[in-house]
């Protein structure tokens, strides 16, 4: 692609970096690398910043228009990216909405679920959550056991799940469920989408390595949910699925990338502050990262020039999850090397770096080869579906 932007994008840009100066709340631009989504009020604040977003035509640009983004092109929509990492504001809250479940929708979706759906993901007022994992299905998704079975125009859903991110704060859960115990394991599941208030659904928190419950376990006891909700054919939830993830591990990736360039930006700016700039193994260990960084920036890219094309994810789509989680510990281990003892020091003592946000980066990017595949499962599927070795 050219990477030299035209009069009418630099326009654009300094139209959304003037945006952002006025706007990014103060509260959560000093928070922008490590935001709590475990918070109820931080999440609050959080979705009306996406909302603000939204009203100002930044949010999903990329989305087409009947959708309710801009269409907006590939360098509109990296310039956007670039300014939020420069102004640290934070990522959009609802991001398994907006990346996951929203293009799921626009190719599976009803045109009823897509009226219904889509508006209120790019406004947060429908927060979203992924439920996939069970206690016996993580890596082996396809093993899952939460039963959904018909009773007239309804689902009536049992089971558990876990690791469900945002289930306390969620208003809807995008949801996998058995649908035919008889059929092979990948070919008996359906893909339905669930409101959070219905009777019968126990959100109980899990408390983290970093404090704080993000995820949760969720059980599900004798849940009605409308036929209508169903996505994507009946028992062909798996396909459906697939879809999402790929959008979780390509594009939520390259989203998530505005987290990892702020704390990269935190970093330079702390090992000027201490004097540590002229030290030649951090500076060495710098210069690494923010390589790895602009690696995955052009990686991501490439990923949404396919998609703006009209094409979608594939499994090569891993090696961007992959990299960047490497990437993210490795910073995260940097940090803490850097800033010695005061890296352990939580949110509080005003000697606490960057207000206690390392230490939560410390300990939540301990999760980042575990979420949205683990990294040997990654490489599975990057050895066996991309570079064709064999599987054994
Ligand atoms: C912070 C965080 C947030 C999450 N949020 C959500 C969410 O919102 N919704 C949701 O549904 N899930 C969520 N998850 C769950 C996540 O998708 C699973 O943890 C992940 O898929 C791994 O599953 P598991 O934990 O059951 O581990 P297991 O599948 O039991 O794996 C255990 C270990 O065995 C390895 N392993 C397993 N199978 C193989 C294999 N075939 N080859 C090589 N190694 C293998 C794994 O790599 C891992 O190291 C979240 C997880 C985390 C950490």
Redesign the pocket.
């Known amino acids: 692609m050219d990477f030299e932007f035209t009069e009418a994008q630099e326009a654009f840009r300094k139209e959304v970096r003037a945006w952002l100066e006025r706007h990014v709340p103060y509260d959560l631009r000093g928070k922008a690398f490590a935001a709590s989504r475990a918070d109820r009020d931080e999440v609050a604040r959080l979705r009306a910043w996406q909302k603000t977003m939204y009203e100002a035509g930044y949010c999903a640009m990329d989305w087409p228009r009947e959708f309710g983004g801009r269409s907006a092109s590939l360098v509109e929509q990296i310039i956007l990216y670039q300014e939020m990492a420069r102004a640290e504001s934070p990522q959009f809250v609802n991001r ?1 909405g907006l990346s996951m479940l929203g293009p799921t929708l626009m190719k599976y979706g009803t045109p009823e679920q897509q009226t219904r759906f889509l508006r209120k993901i790019l406004t947060a007022e429908d927060l979203w ?13 396809a093993n899952l056991q939460t039963r959904a079975v018909i009773d007239g125009d309804a689902f009536v859903i049992n089971g558990q ?7 306390h704060v969620a208003d809807w859960c995008f949801l ?1 469920v058995r649908t035919d115990p008889d059929a092979p394991k990948h070919k008996g599941i359906s893909f339905v989408l669930v409101d959070m208030k219905t009777p019968g659904i126990t959100v109980r928190p899990l408390r ?1 390595i970093t404090g704080e419950a ?2 949760n376990e969720v059980f599900y006891d004798n849940v009605r949910v409308p036929r209508a909700n169903l996505v994507g054919r009946l028992h062909g939830g798996w396909e459906v699925a697939i879809t999402t993830l790929a959008y979780e591990r390509d594009l939520l990736t390259f989203i998530r990338h505005i987290s990892l360039k702020n704390a990269l930006h935190r970093l330079m700016r702390l090992a000027r502050e201490r004097g540590r700039g002229d030290d030649e193994v951090v500076r060495q260990k710098i210069a690494g990262l923010y390589i790895g960084e602009q690696a995955l920036m052009l990686n991501g890219y490439r990923s949404l020039t396919r998609i703006l094309r009209g094409g979608a994810p594939g499994p090569e789509g891993s090696t961007s999850k992959l990299f960047w989680s490497q990437v993210d510990q490795e910073l995260a281990l940097t940090a803490s090397e850097m800033l010695g003892p005061y890296s352990q020091l939580k949110r509080g003592p005003a000697w606490a770096p960057d207000e206690g946000q390392w230490e939560f980066y410390e300990l ?1 990017a ?12 990654l ?2 599927i990057l050895g066996e579906r991309v570079l064709g070795l064999p599987k054994d």
């Open positions: 398994g959550c992924q439920g996939f994992s069970e206690p016996n299905a993580g890596s082996d998704l799940k876990v690791w469900t991110s945002m289930g996998l983290q993000e995820f939540l301990r999760a980042s080869g575990i979420r949205a595949g683990t990294s040997e499962i490489r599975n």
